[in-house]
């Protein structure tokens, strides 16, 4: 029996170091490069964690990258609840659980919204954040006084979305991509990240996100922050009033590019980046 026991255990711990992470997490976490100080990597709608690949070639050999894929997204098993709540609960249990130390958490779009949200929430246990093309509260470009409501109802979105025929869904993808995403060559994988991801996840998600104001709650944030801008930004009132609660902000916008910074802009993005996370290499 001891040696059942002691081989399941090894078990265990085998897929523990293959997969990255423990079953108690919904997401998928990779977890690559070596150095004392932490990345945590958050990506955006329905985007897998490859979309910080070419960011995690140039800094994995000084800092610790723990790549997530939010559940239900790019072929990541579904959760029960999904929120945008619960996700950055489920993110802040597992830098506590993992102990690591003032990590800098690196978000795109929703994925930045989670950055900002957590650096407000536990301003004790982040180091710095990066927020890529994300604004505190989106829905407040069409309407300034948009307040969120409460208990949303989301059920008429999830029923349209999951309702939606595959070779609707997929030209809709199709299309989104072309204003999102100026280069051409990653758009496909974007497309197919989106074509696996939970319907009714996708649906809920959206929902959720654009009934998201952070703009009271960043008052809270302590630690550096950059926020990168696409350059249509610069063109649109009221961008800078969303972060005048927020002393840390540095905002920068791109030359050149759409949402995407990270491909569309990549050497003045990763400029940025190294700039700002220079100070903190170990």
């Given amino acids: 029996m001891k040696i059942l026991i002691r081989l399941a255990l090894i078990a265990l711990s085998f897929f523990i170091l293959k997969t990255g992470h423990a079953a108690s997490y919904p997401f998928d976490i990779q977890i690559s490069g070596k150095g004392k100080q932490a990345i945590v990597f958050i990506p955006g709608f329905a985007c897998s964690g490859k979309v910080w690949d070419d960011t995690k070639a140039v800094f994995e050999k000084d800092f610790t990258c723990y790549t997530l894929t939010m559940p239900g997204f790019a072929g990541v098993p579904a959760s029960a ?122 649906a809920t998600m ?23 801008l696409e350059p249509q930004f610069v063109l649109i009132g009221g961008i800078a009033q969303q972060y005048q609660n927020m002393p840390t902000a540095q905002l920068k916008y791109a030359s050149k590019g759409l949402h995407f910074i990270q491909y569309d802009d990549k050497e003045w993005y990763l400029q940025q980046l190294s700039d700002f996370l220079q100070p903190t290499k170990k």
């Fill in 206 to 228: 959206f929902c959720d996100f654009s009934n998201t104001d952070l703009r009271e709650k960043i008052k809270s944030i302590q630690c550096p922050a950059l926020i990168l």
């Fill in 81 to 202: 609840d999904p929120s945008f709540h619960n996700w950055e609960l489920a993110i802040a249990n597992f830098i506590k659980d993992k102990k690591l130390d003032h990590p800098i958490v690196i978000g795109h779009s929703m994925g930045g919204g989670l950055a900002l949200a957590l650096a407000a929430d536990y301003p004790q246990s982040i180091g710095k954040i990066v927020v890529v093309d994300v604004l505190p509260c989106l829905a407040a470009l069409r309407n300034p006084a948009f307040q969120s409501k409460e208990n949303n109802d989301c059920s008429p979105v999830v029923k349209q979305m999951t309702s939606m025929p595959d070779s609707q869904f997929h030209a809709m993808q199709v299309m989104t991509m072309t204003q999102l995403m100026a280069d051409s060559t990653k758009r496909a994988s974007a497309v197919d990240w989106s074509m696996k991801s939970d319907r009714k996840t996708f």
